[in-house]
């Protein structure tokens, strides 16, 4: 045959005839001709076609035995195919097993390079066997939480034997017998663990991020609902992909290249290069098949059925702030309701020591670029009083474990809330031992605290603000050498006129004045060791201490129209210190409107869809993919705050309704206020 003839590669499937085509396709500048034929599941059928086109064809892909069964339409053993291959006589013949294995890993390590932490942690359901051991490997870099259909895959045994030489060698000894018996009695022992596996396979594939599964597989198995999912597959027509649209797949990844009009499958692809090479070349070296491979410029497809998306995973770290969150939470409510206060100080340090628990599933959260999340609160038990009673490991550990939780769930990073991120160093060992990345949110709470004191202060309109929204006049951060309250220090020296830095660490204190003084600010900069003496001359107070409910300033002696933005958690101002001031704007810190319609999270004592800002700013990562370790430790970069905030603004991230100790402010309770404050400082000025 010369080089100018077409060459013929056929691909025999023991699957359905249903899909065969006839095509004439270029590859490798070589003209070739491709037919598939199908043998619908019967043995001698596909030896007959075998047969009858090894007279003239150059190479035989030998394909389907898996499909067939997961259709139903075939039960016999793999190895049957030994004797289909000997009717091809001298004709190379191929599985695709070779280049099905590169082919797998390059796509697995595409999308991991494409969009990195991808897979991470992703709850991954294997169906099928060994055709996806590549697959399967490769995942297990990126995620431990996978399970199989295969009951040898879900205990690994493939790996385990292939890293211990001698452990296969006596398996396989000590299953000998077992080759020898029918494979009537041979699948009458594999039976229940096949059961078994698909039903926990089936379980788990409700709930999982990826699927790993021939598109017969997925039929096989029954698997409708795909909504939301990644299916890594092979060989997807656009047929299938319009169905797998309808089924509401989010991604799909086909890891054999379709080159031609035709679907084709890697043994195909396998096949023609093989007839190209000639038949003096018809092993294939793995160089070989590089070589080629680059040569023809094939590439996995990552497909978007539904158009362009990515879902990300989260978790964040809650916990009661006193004994009055336990009545929220059931049966301990009930119990709340007639426990006398011994037995409640009982149950506040009882619940310090209970595991983390989910407390609510976050879903809904959708970005306007088209990014989405989903998420898990995680629940530990100690509030403030009982966490800074115990050491800093013994809070750590409940952290780990909590980790080790979301880790399970799926989430791709998670955040600590509230007292879990002020114990011990701020979140440092907890993310050098947790199994994902760890963010306390204090990059977002500081920003998210100057924008609800602004925004506040605008509302108010009392206190004078130029047209770049700079407060002409006297600001103070309390808790200023805290790791929230240094950078609202820095913020704050850019957009006001008098600073005062407040806090007992002298020391810190004086470096802190130092370091902002070095950088030009517009304040200027003032320094105390306690606030009261300076209060009456504030503007904006923002409070940032990690007093665990102590009291920091005296809110008597505070400036009628002030307003104060409360960062603390707990809260440096009690509801009853509020109450005193009717004059007083007090604003907890700025919590976040999530983005989407439809955001849906079980209470946390905020406006629906509302978070706090170390909550956004976990959620803010998960949207923008960035699965890292983003702030931890007592010292927050200047350049993550402007960061995050950036990031967030991207994401849809909105300042949510100012919120006080009573909730929501409407704009009639900022009207009273400043009503108010206005008249109190005209008697102030009437009484000099």
Known sequence: MSTSDPLLVVNVSFAASERDYDAQVTFLDRDLRIVRVGADGDIDTAELLVAAWAGEADAIALTGTREARALGIYDGPDSITDQVREAAGDVPVVDGDTLNDVLQEWAIRHVHHEMPGFFNNARTVVLGGVNHDRTTRILREFTPNLEFADPLLRLDLPAKLDSKPMLGLAAKAGLWPLHLLPDPIKDHFKTPGHRLSHALARKAARDCDVVVATYEELIGFGLEDLAGKTLVTSGISEERLTELAGRGVDMVLDTTPQPFSVTVNAAVLQAIMVAIAGPDDGNLTNDDLLEMIVSAGLESRTLYPNGPRRKSRFAFVIHPLSQEYFRSVEPLGTIAKVAPPPAMDAMEKAMAYMP?????????????????????????????????????????????????????????????????????????????RAPLPITTGNSYSASGALWAARDATMRLGIAEVDEQGRIMGNAMVVGATGAIGSVCARLLALSSDELWLVSPESAKLLALKHDIESQDPRATIHIAATPNDHLGQMDLIVTATSGAGKRVLDIMEVKPGCVITDVARPLDLSAEDVAKRPDVLVVESGEIQLPGDEVKMRGIGLPPGVAYACLAETVVLALEGRYETYTVGRAIEWEKVKEIYKLGLKHGMKLATISGVNGVYSDEDIAEIRERALERRAELAAAE
């Open 356 to 432: 983390p628990f989910t407390y609510s599933h976050v879903t809904g959260i959708k970005s306007p670029t088209g990014a989405e999340a989903e998420g898990w609160l995680i629940t530990v038990g100690g509030t403030p009083k009982e966490l800074m009673a115990h050491r800093p490991e013994f809070t750590y550990g409940r952290l780990l474990a909590a980790a080790e939780t979301a880790r399970k769930l799926g989430a791709q990073v998670m955040g600590l809330g509230a007292f879990t991120k002020v114990v011990g160093d701020a979140g440092v060992t907890v993310a050098r």
